[in-house]
């Protein structure tokens, strides 16, 4: 069995850049939900446009889902 050689730098890189992406998710979230635009929230996260609009699509499925009844 072969394990490929660990590198700690490499791997600090790859942490960092996932956690960059997901606050940078995070904030087109906060942005559509104050009524931005996608491209508006694009322009201020530098995510692309389409993955923006995706957020979107999965942002009104959730909010036109009826909540349970108390």
Known sequence: ???GEYDYDTDIKVHEEVAR???AV???RNALTMNLTAEQAAQITGLPLDQ???L???LAATTAQPSPAN
């Open 26 to 28: 995070e904030a087109a």
């Open 52 to 54: 923006v609009l995706e």
């Open 21 to 23: 992406e997901q606050k």
């Open 56 to 58: 979107q699509k999965e």
């Open 1 to 3: 069995m072969f394990v």
